[in-house]
């Protein structure tokens, strides 16, 4: 391994990495071993949740049992914006230490910092030079700064983040632009240059793969249930109707299917004149149903496993699709209720 092999010692080393693709407690246990595994280590500096999905209540709190036991050194979080954030720190015993979140002269995430700082998290910056995008490079305003200081573009971007004490990991292999990156702490920009580069905010993100997934709001409007439950009047089921009573009683609108491995059935009465609740419905009406319910839902829960490959035929290919979607949109589709 190149950090064993550098001679360094450990001490003197930062070693970060993320969690992926956990969706709760045990997955992310297991997800931690295999990190502290490959990295052939007894401990890791730091460690980040990759995105607010999935079960992150529970995926916190097995960060946080292995921080107590000394094999993760700090806890951090990426993606966290405002909503996600407060719920999170709400619910944890250890405030997060550091939010990885896109920030930039374009985007530069005041109202998020602001509350992180009330908090007690650091800020830290991917992609602090916007990737290039925006024409980043050619500027007016960063290349009239640039050139007073007799630095370049990339030094005045990070430069002006750094001096708000937002950590920064800017990413290249060129040793050039290492060195050029790392030599923004010896010189301060001006108060008015600060402010210059505060109005080229345009407050939005240039990387859509992580905001565009479907939000939860935390008090959602619209609720999804997809029922699993082996047995309709079992623990399960009960949980079910206290949950959709409850909601129901809060002003929420509730959506509720029951799945059994062969067909699917509306729990919430009749999907089509002249049809008992709990009666079979048709394959392609059933799948229309939930496709319909799905989009225009807040927030899903899965009561219980939901055992798509016992179905078979078409059912099986719309429960595929189903499920391929869901995974697309970072929700937990192995059973785990998730509702903020």
């Given at each position: 391994?190149?950090?064993?092999?550098?001679?360094?010692?450990?001490?003197?080393?930062?070693?970060?990495?993320?969690?992926?693709?956990c969706?709760?407690?045990?997955?992310?246990?297991?997800?931690?071993?295999?990190?502290?595994k490959?990295?052939?280590?007894?401990?890791?500096?730091?460690l980040?949740?990759?995105e607010?999905?999935?079960?992150v209540?529970?995926?916190?709190?097995?960060?946080?049992?292995?921080?107590?036991?000394?094999?993760?050194?700090?806890i951090g979080?990426?993606?966290?914006m405002?909503e996600?954030?407060?719920?999170?720190?709400?619910?944890?015993?250890?405030?997060?230490?550091?939010?990885?979140?896109e920030?930039?002269v374009?985007?530069?995430?005041?109202?998020?910092?602001?509350?992180?700082?009330?908090?007690?998290?650091k800020?830290?910056s991917?992609?602090?030079?916007a990737?290039?995008?925006?024409?980043?490079?050619?500027?007016?305003?960063?290349v009239?700064?640039?050139?007073?200081?007799?630095?370049?573009?990339?030094?005045?971007?990070l430069?002006?983040l750094?001096q708000?004490?937002?950590?920064?990991?800017p990413?290249?292999?060129?040793p050039?632009?290492?060195?050029?990156?790392?030599?923004?702490?010896?010189?301060?920009l001006?108060a008015?240059?600060?402010?210059?580069?505060?109005?080229?905010?345009?407050?939005?993100?240039?990387?859509?793969?992580?905001?565009?997934?479907?939000?939860?709001?935390?008090?959602?409007?619209?609720?999804?249930?997809?029922?699993?439950?082996?047995?309709?009047?079992?623990?399960?089921?009960?949980?079910?109707?206290?949950?959709?009573?409850?909601?129901?009683?809060?002003?929420?609108?509730v959506?509720e299917?029951?799945?059994?491995?062969?067909?699917?059935?509306?729990?919430?009465?009749?999907l089509?004149a002249?049809?008992?609740?709990?009666?079979?419905?048709?394959?392609?009406d059933d799948?229309?149903?939930?496709?319909?319910?799905?989009?225009?839902?807040?927030?899903?829960?899965?009561?219980?496993?939901?055992?798509f490959?016992?179905?078979?035929?078409?059912?099986k290919?719309?429960a595929?699709r189903?499920y391929?979607e869901?995974?697309?949109l970072?929700?937990?589709?192995?059973?785990?209720?998730?509702?903020s």
């Open positions: 391994m190149a950090c064993r092999k550098s001679g360094i010692p450990r001490e003197e080393l930062f070693i970060t990495t993320k969690l992926w693709g969706h709760g407690y045990q997955d992310t246990l297991r997800s931690i071993e295999s990190s502290l490959r990295i052939n280590m007894d401990y890791i500096d730091l980040l949740i990759h607010p999905t999935g079960d209540h529970e995926i916190y709190r097995a960060m946080e049992s292995y921080y107590r036991d000394g094999k993760i050194r700090t979080i990426s993606n966290f405002e996600r954030y407060l719920d999170l720190v709400n619910h944890c015993k250890v405030i997060p230490a550091i939010n990885q979140v920030t930039h374009f985007r530069q995430q005041k109202k998020l910092r602001e509350l992180e700082c009330q908090i007690g998290t800020h830290e991917w992609s602090p030079l990737c290039g995008q925006n024409n980043i490079w050619n500027n007016p305003v960063l009239r700064i640039a050139k007073s200081h007799g630095r370049s573009v990339s030094q005045i971007a430069r002006f750094v708000q004490g937002i950590i920064v990991i990413k290249t292999t060129n050039e632009h290492m060195k050029e990156n790392i030599s923004v702490l010896d010189f301060d001006e008015e240059e600060m402010q210059a580069i505060k109005e080229l905010e345009i407050g939005q993100s240039f990387f859509g793969w992580w905001q565009n997934r479907k939000v939860v709001k935390l008090m959602a409007k619209k609720i999804l249930i997809l029922n699993g439950a082996a047995r309709k009047n079992g623990r399960t089921a009960k949980l079910v109707r206290c949950f959709t009573e409850g909601a129901r009683s809060a002003g929420h609108s959506d299917f029951y799945l059994d491995g062969m067909n699917i059935h509306s729990c919430k009465g009749c089509h002249g049809r008992d609740a709990h009666s079979p419905c048709s394959q392609k799948m229309d149903q939930i496709y319909s319910a799905f989009a225009d839902c807040d927030v899903v829960v899965f009561a219980s496993p939901l055992y490959w016992t179905i078979t035929g078409t059912l290919t719309a595929d189903l391929a869901l995974e697309c970072g929700l937990n589709s192995q059973g785990k209720a998730f509702c």
